[in-house]
């Protein structure tokens, strides 16, 4: 029955977003207030349709976690080790300024938003070579055997 439920409220949020699509068609593109008018329906319904996935996704997750704390303790151990990749990250980010390929400064030294970008690259890299290093590990233990 809950699946009935579900297709069906998928499939009225299918239709009703496809209208809100062929509103925003409907207009002329050269006249800038009428497609403002006629695509902010469809951004607040794709707002309001982030915010509900948000908000089931979380309550499943507390939900779940409540019915097998085994798994809390595994995602808590997760989330720190995350953060400790993004602390480490941040540890050895340079706030060099930020030049695009035009030439033009996207960032300036010292900022927060250079410093931030390095983070994320650091990051990035780090995870990556740790994924890379499982990888390795797993091909090779399934070799062994």
């Given at each position: 029955?809950?699946?009935k ?13 496809l209208?809100?699509y ?5 207009v ?5 207030v009428?497609?403002d ?5 469809m951004?607040t319904?794709?707002i309001i349709?982030l915010v509900?996935s948000v908000?089931?996704a979380?309550v499943?997750s507390?939900?779940?976690?409540l019915?097998n704390p085994?798994?809390?303790k595994?995602a808590?151990l ?5 953060g ?9 980010a340079d706030?060099?300024?930020?030049i695009?390929?035009?030439?033009e400064?996207i ?6 938003v250079?410093?931030l970008t390095?983070t994320?690259?650091w990051?990035?890299l ?5 994924a890379?290093a499982?990888?390795?590990?797993d091909?090779?233990k399934?070799?062994?055997?």
């Open positions: 029955m809950n699946n439920i579900l297709t069906i409220f998928i499939a009225i949020m299918g239709v009703v977003g209208g809100l062929a509103n925003i068609m409907a002329d593109a050269e006249d800038v009428a497609v008018n006629a695509s902010s329906p951004v319904f794709a349709l509900a908000v089931v979380v499943a507390l939900l779940g976690f019915k085994a798994a809390l595994r808590i997760g989330v720190a080790s995350l400790v990749v993004i602390l480490v990250s941040y540890l050895i706030a060099n300024q930020v695009n390929a035009n030439k400064i960032a300036a030294a010292d900022s927060s250079s410093k390095s994320g690259i990051g990035s780090f995870l990556l070579v740790i890379g499982f990888f390795v590990f091909l090779l399934g070799l062994i055997k």
